[in-house]
């Protein structure tokens, strides 16, 4: 059973996920970020470049999103009308024949099909990162508790993790025969296995007439603008996590939770009575001790159970994680040893990986295993601990040096990123010159000065522990260029200064 802590603070949210006392799952969210993952807009094209196959979408946001051309090819039938027109309403009558645009429009390239000021109809599915815009794509979805309504694809789908045949069969018979609109298709979430026949028609329902006032709202508005803002983090908790799994939720926000219950009355009213008000004195997340566990998630080294630990670096590119046997040497032959470090390593990487919302590239540098077999018990293990994960991913085998890549679907910004800016000090880098490299380069500026100015005193500031270290070390070095130059050196510390900065008066 899981529980779910809901802390509201003026500024940001935060949701954890805990199972048997473990912290599973951590959400934070900023009021003054922009949420824009799962909104649906209506834009303008601002630019279309073919040598990347894209196009630039003004969505209003600030940044352009990014939208890749095939994307709008593969749509393009239902979203546009003519070359011009966006088509928010009915859809242009299709060929009988082959099912799709009027013979004349599809003989065109999609590059001269599309052009810049034509309006359309986007979602974005993945969140601005750094000087990246927003990705967005016109495959429109509408989320529910059990479905996922698509408006421009006709596809009947269900979730891979409902494994069953006749639970399967059952749902597509009861999607299929839901009376979903000719060209809209849904696909059945791994909750919808727990759902009625009724349930899944009410949803359907529901999304239908959602859907409708989205288009409505985007036909009569000018472009770019907002056709549909996605739930914040609680309700968007509520309605993918909430289900008989859950012991409790625990809301320490009078407003937030009387929210929480209206939406939750409308979507799961059996499990209303598990959503409680928080009166506690102490803080909830203190009470919990969720605080000293997230603080854990920012910790670049994890300790494991057998004395191991995993090292869990960010790059520009990718996430490296290397794994250590640290402290644990076992007790039998090394290969049994190596296997049981990273066996317990692969279950607590999946861990932190959802815990951190890490996506993108992540390499996994396993300690190196001689047997093919526990090659393979190690790749299944972290296979398995991926079960309950809801982001896409692929894992690759791994490989004999034991590095295993896998990817992972990034949608919106990972807490590290929310709570954390780039170093000042070190720009980033993680690390500064040690003052005797400091001390070296501020000779060698100070030997250049020397050269080029005719003053007859000279003053070199630095930060009091790399003055100190010239004052006692580079002594000679500095007499040596008084005499040489004939001048007057003094040096001065300065604790205001980065351990970096020289400067020279």
């Given amino acids: 059973m899981r529980q779910i802590l ?32 799962g909104n649906i807009y209506k834009g303008v094209i601002e630019s279309i ?3 990347i196959g894209a196009a630039f979408v003004d969505i209003g946001t600030g940044k352009n999103g990014f939208l890749y051309i095939m994307d709008m090819e593969k749509k393009a039938p239902k979203m546009f009308l003519e070359e011009d027109v966006v088509l928010l309403g ?8 082959q099912g799709t645009a009027p013979s004349a429009a599809s003989a065109k390239s999609p590059f001269e099909r599309f052009k810049k000021g034509q309006e359309l109809l986007v979602q974005v599915v993945k969140e601005p990162i750094g000087t990246k815009g927003a990705l967005i794509t016109t495959d429109i979805s509408l989320p529910g508790k059990y479905l996922v309504l698509m408006p421009f694809d006709d596809t009947i789908g269900i979730s891979k993790r409902i494994e069953d045949r ?14 979903l609109p000719p060209g809209m298709g849904c696909i059945a979430r791994t909750q919808s296995a727990k759902a009625t026949a009724r349930q899944l028609k009410l949803e359907i329902r529901y999304l239908l007439n959602l859907w409708s006032r989205i288009r409505f709202r985007a036909e009569k508005s000018k472009a770019p603008s907002l056709a549909y803002e996605e739930y914040d983090l609680p309700l968007r908790v509520i309605r993918d996590y909430f289900d008989e799994d859950v012991e409790k939720i625990l809301v320490d926000s009078k407003d937030e939770y009387r929210t929480i219950s209206r939406f939750a009355s409308s979507m799961q009213p059996r499990l209303r009575r598990k959503i409680f008000y928080y009166r506690g004195r102490t803080p909830l997340y203190e009470g919990y001790g969720v605080e000293e566990r997230v603080e854990e998630l920012f910790r670049r080294k994890v300790l494991l159970k057998c004395g191991g630990s995993i090292l869990i670096e960010k790059t520009e590119s990718l996430v490296a994680i290397d794994v250590n046997t640290g402290k644990f040497t076992g007790k039998r032959n090394p290969e049994e040893t190596t296997f049981k470090t ?11 990986i959802m815990l951190r919302d890490l996506g993108g590239i992540i390499a996994i540098d396993f300690i190196d295993m001689n047997e093919k077999a526990h090659r393979r018990q190690v790749c299944e293990a972290l296979e398995n601990a991926f079960t309950r994960d809801k982001a ?14 896998m990817t992972r679907q990034r949608i919106r910004k990972s807490p590290e990123s929310v709570s954390f800016h780039e170093c000042p000090y070190c720009n ?5 010159k040690t003052p005797a490299t400091i001390a070296i380069e501020a000779v060698r500026r100070l030997k250049r000065l020397l050269g080029e100015k005719k003053q007859r005193e000279v003053t070199l500031i630095l930060h009091p522990d790399v003055a100190g270290l010239i004052g006692t070390s580079f002594k000679d070095v500095l007499y040596a260029l008084q005499r040489n130059f004939r001048k007057v050196i003094t040096v001065k510390g300065d604790a205001r200064l980065h351990v970096e900065d020289i400067h020279l008066e």
């Fill in 6 to 37: 809901i802390s509201v603070e003026p500024y940001e949210k935060r949701v954890a996920i805990i199972r048997k006392g473990q912290l599973e799952e951590f959400h934070i969210e900023r009021t003054d970020l922009p949420r824009l993952a």
């Fill in 49 to 51: 470049v073919p040598g």
């Fill in 90 to 97: 009915d859809r242009p009558p299709l060929n009988s024949s």
């Fill in 166 to 179: 006749q639970e399967r069969s059952k749902l597509k018979t009861t999607l299929e025969e839901a009376g």
């Fill in 342 to 352: 990273n066996m317990e390593a692969a279950v607590e990487i999946a861990r932190q």
């Fill in 392 to 405: 896409k991913i692929n894992i690759l085998p791994i490989s004999q040096i034991g590095l295993l890549e």
């Fill in 428 to 432: 980033g880098m993680g690390r500064v």
